[in-house]
């Protein structure tokens, strides 16, 4: 969005800072903040001829920034190019220098009017060639792809989609248990203060589940997978860098398929380390107990107390541990409010859009790809989501399930009581489901769901196009008018003799390796003949049917 606001407005852009990678987070100091995941040569590289790209501010500006003299803008995803043109235009000719604060996962509203196909195709550009994460993100991902296929098995990638926020915004607390079911409640009531949620506090969570706006649990998932006819063998990559809720949700998923495998399985942790780089070491959080309570207070604390007679005292406390006191533990039961994260909670969000990328590589190899929560609605791009319109727009004929989750709990609701010895029609319904969702049914419902919220969850028609042999597809609208299947435009000559070209290419290189094979097989052939006649030369008993 950021390239193409630059692009609208003529106007050089400064690599952006990805707020969760800055140095202040303790990254390490081999990175900048857009350099700690992306490739900043390629980026500037491949957009040279669309964008002016420049790494930083020049001298002269970076004092009046650090004094807040530019104006900057907050704009939503939602944001149209009118805004930009009538009211951040004039104030970057007059100031020469604006910043812009995206908090919503992008800055510019998906579906752009047709006469701006060309920004549109831009977008694209950006986002599946110019954005590439940084050569060691790529080489080890693309080498746990290859340890994943190894054993010679496709694999399925599979994202839960269990995160705090997304969770808080639908309701869907009562969904899990305990301290998980506070922490949600907290956060929407956040959320609520914000503006950003217009609702009550307390929601019936298993009617905003039946009404397909909750996820799918693990527990699900692999009763779905089952009932697809997936064998308990199936290896099933686990995505996302944090699963709210923990490894309990994931045990009933790991009954059911024992090769369920994460970064961690496939990644030794010199692998992982290597990827983060040096960094400083943390002033370290002394773990203190509580100071036991003086002779007085104790005596004040017993005439305070209830009625006499008096039970006994109650028995010491048991000794408190450390880890009961770290992250949420330590105020959840405490306090009212959340403290403000510590230094090492910054580096683990800074950690986490590593652990996210490696997944996303993975996720996109996949032979096959079962989302958990996508098309939420919230309008904040999802894991599942990007994976998918990536998928779809490097192979479209890829694996990719669209499940319906409110037809998904309408189903579940029939079999709840007898969920791990469903009949036979129940499977049938299920797989007839997810079936069609790997079909054009599931391809046109996507892009009505989450292309008006996320442009790259199905960027097509507009990153893609129709080469001249193949005849024009009907065009397929929505109910907004927008086309949703067909609409293509004709492919430049200049890629159709690339592609020409890069067939040839292959066709010589093939008849090479043939030629190859050929020559090294016939001297196999002779010394299997010679060994044979030998063979029976020396067995005078030699029965042919042996």
């Known amino acids: 969005d950021l390239v193409t606001i630059s692009r609208l407005l003529n106007a050089t852009l400064v690599i952006p800072e990805i707020q969760q990678s800055t140095r202040s987070k303790g990254v390490s100091y081999k990175f900048k903040s857009f350099s700690y995941l992306y490739d900043e040569e390629q980026f500037i590289m491949l957009l040279k001829n669309d964008v002016n790209i420049v790494k930083s501010l020049p001298e002269y500006l970076k004092a009046a920034r650090r004094r807040s003299e530019f104006p900057t803008f907050k704009p939503k995803n939602s944001a ?3 805004f930009y043109v009538k009211e951040v235009l004039p104030n970057l000719k007059k100031a020469k220098v604006i910043g812009l604060i995206v908090t919503d996962g992008g800055c510019l509203k998906s579906i752009l009017p047709p ?85 009550e506090l307390s929601v019936d969570s298993h009617s905003r589940r ?86 007085q207070q104790l005596i004040d604390q017993w005439k305070k107390a209830g009625p006499r007679p008096r039970p006994l005292p109650p028995p010491p406390d048991r000794p408190i541990y450390q880890h009961e006191k770290e992250g949420w533990y330590a105020w959840i039961l405490e306090k009212d409010k959340e403290p403000d994260p510590s230094p090492m909670e910054h580096r683990m969000q800074a950690h986490r859009l590593i652990w996210d990328a490696l997944d996303y590589i993975v996720s996109v190899e996949a032979d096959a790809l079962f989302p958990g929560f996508n098309n939420d609605g919230s309008g904040w791009p999802d894991f599942s989501g990007l994976v998918i319109g990536q998928r779809l727009y ?10 319906d ?19 036979r029609d129940w499977m049938l319904s299920v797989k007839e489901h997810l079936n069609r969702s790997l079909s054009e049914d ?37 109910k907004d008018g927008r086309i949703v299947f067909g609409g293509e435009e004709e492919c430049p000559k200049w890629m159709e003799l690339a592609r020409a070209e890069g067939a040839r290419n292959d066709d010589m290189e093939s008849a090479e390796d043939d030629n190859d094979t050929v020559e090294q097989l016939e001297p196999d052939a002779v010394d299997a003949t010679s060994s044979l006649t030998s063979l029976i030369d020396h067995d005078e008993e030699w029965d042919p049917n042996d």
Request: proline share 8%.
């Open 210 to 295: 039946e009404n397909g706006s909750c996820p799918l649990m693990p527990e699900e998932v692999g009763l779905l997978l089952r009932a697809l006819g997936y064998p308990s063998k199936t290896i099933i990559y686990l995505a996302g860098s944090k699963t709210f809720g923990g490894q309990r949700l994931l045990i009933p998923l790991r009954a059911l398929f024992g090769n369920l495998v994460d970064r961690t399985t496939l990644c030794s942790k010199t692998e992982l380390s290597d990827l983060v780089g040096p960094e400083a070491p943390l002033p370290a959080d002394i773990f203190r107990l509580p100071l036991p309570k003086s002779e």
């Open 80 to 82: 149209s190019p009118d």
């Open 394 to 403: 490097e192979r479209a004929s890829s694996r990719t399930y669209r499940p």
């Open 115 to 199: 006469s701006m196909s060309e920004f549109q195709r831009l977008r694209c550009r950006v986002a599946f060639h110019a954005l590439q994460f940084r050569p060691e993100i790529q080489i080890l991902g693309l080498r746990m792809v290859e340890r994943l296929r190894a054993s010679g098995q496709p694999f399925l990638a599979y994202h839960p989609g269990l995160v705090r926020d997304t969770l808080a915004y639908h309701g869907c607390a009562e969904l899990f248990q305990d301290v998980h079911t506070e922490l949600i409640q907290y956060r929407r009531a956040q959320l609520i203060k914000q503006g950003i949620i217009n609702d």
């Open 405 to 423: 989750r409110k037809t998904i709990a309408a189903l579940f609701n029939i079999t709840r009581d007898d969920m791990y010895h469903p009949k």
């Open 442 to 478: 599931g391809f046109f419902r996507q892009s009505l769901l989450s292309k008006p919220n996320s442009f790259l969850s199905h960027p097509l028609p507009e990153c893609s196009c129709r080469i001249p042999s193949v005849e024009t597809t009907k065009q397929i609208k929505g």
